[in-house]
């Protein structure tokens, strides 16, 4: 139960006043509500989480090690990242098309390059919107691959993963614990907002 003195102090503004201005306009700010500052924290988890998830898919695939690439199996050792699943797991109305790019070495490359552009930026904080927006379709294409999912009529964790994405997106949850605050300085960042 909130008490008066909680509420009251949530509702609490602090006033700005700049050099010469005291006396005339007053610029207020709203202070920062203590469940404000924690839910950029969760954000925070929630993207160091998914940028974990896509990156060691990304390492384990690359090198074959064991978890959900077999030992010696990985890209570098000439095994395909994607053949397993576009050739076994899709189903649905758009199997057909996923079986047909299976070990295409374009369809390799761009799905290691997303797990890694998706990944990488996620856990140092740094151009989340486009990771996050690569996600998303990341997640997109892969729920297509799976038409119709096993255990629900049309929920499944990659439509989970993708409001996930698109909220990291909106929330630059790049900024606290992460490079995001050195990266939006930037001249590159400055002059091109959407690498945010």
């Known amino acids: 139960m909130i008490t008066a003195a909680e509420r009251k102090r949530s509702r609490v503004e602090v006033r700005e006043y700049r050099i010469g201005d005291l ?3 007053e610029h207020t700010v709203a202070a920062e509500k203590p469940a404000d500052s924690m839910t950029k924290y969760v954000w925070v988890a929630l993207r160091l989480s ?4 896509f990156f060691w898919a990304f390492v384990d695939k690359l090198f074959g090690l064991g978890f959900a690439t077999e030992a010696g199996k990985g890209w570098i050792d000439g095994g395909s990242p994607t053949f397993g699943f576009l050739n076994f797991a899709a189903k649905g109305p758009f199997a057909e098309l996923y079986s047909g790019m299976a070990a295409s070495p374009v369809v390799e490359w761009m799905f290691m390059l ?4 998706i990944g990488l930026p996620l856990l140092l904080g740094i151009g989340v919107r486009i990771a996050g927006s690569i996600g998303i379709v990341m997640y997109a294409l892969m729920y297509t691959a799976l038409i119709t999912p096993e255990n629900n009529p049309f929920m499944d964790d ?6 996930i994405m698109a909220g990291l ?4 949850a790049g900024s606290p614990i992460g490079l995001g605050k050195l990266w939006v300085r930037t001249r590159l960042v400055k002059r091109y907002p959407i690498l945010k």
């Open 169 to 172: 997106v909106l929330a630059a």
């Open 158 to 163: 990659h439509i989970v993963g993708m409001m």
């Open 50 to 53: 998914m940028g974990w998830t």
């Open 23 to 25: 006396g005339r306009a």
């Open 114 to 117: 997303g797990l890694l552009g």
